[in-house]
């Protein structure tokens, strides 16, 4: 199956163009930014540019899968939408896959703890916990918006094996997480690939452009204000 794969959650976004199936994994083509421009300047001529140098037409693509969360609001409706549009225009099922779940495939090949995190600020990180091998991540836990403190208490259980952060955020969290021994995962893995959301995508229910939706874990700041200001 020809998986058109996108991920904008976070300031790093990517496409990627794999065939998945029947015993096969091939990455045929991915592009790959990290810079301070906007998703929705880069995204979709990232795509074009991609198909274009892969000889492949979009018609082709079978499935789409993208981000759906958690991450940055505005990154993962980017992402979210460009799908959607896609999906509707070639009539074709997408796919939304976790971001942490997606992070976690990153390290398929390492032997420890995939910590994923994601800078979600207010003193909290996105984050999921999965048991890595040479198969595919196993879930440990859903994905959720924990506090340092607590996140640091929940590792300290998983001491005696190796814990590596994932994710845009694991940088903030290897200097904040005290009393627990992490490692960051390399740099050419450490940060979100739509190679990984592709290769995510099969585990999850192929959905319709209409019923694909952002999952953003909590309120957007505005929301969160706006309650706040209710409640005084």
Known sequence: MLIL???ASAVAGSCALCDIGEGKSVLIAESFVNTKQTHSQTLLPMVE???KSAEID???????AVT???GSFTGIRIGVAAVKGLAYALDIPCVGVSTLHALAYNLVGFDGIACAVMDARCNQFYNALFSVGKGIPERLTPDRAIS???LAA?????ENKRII????????AFKLLKGVKTELAPLAVRFQKAENVCLASVEYKQTSAR???PVYLRLPQAERERLARLNT
């Open 5 to 7: 794969g996108l991920d």
């Open 49 to 51: 540019a991609m198909m």
């Open 58 to 64: 979009l018609k082709q693509v079978e499935l789409a």
């Open 68 to 70: 759906e969360g958690p």
């Open 148 to 150: 340092c403190d607590d």
């Open 154 to 158: 929940e590792l300290a259980q998983y």
């Open 165 to 172: 952060l994932v994710g845009d955020g694991a940088e903030l």
């Open 211 to 213: 019923e694909l939706l």
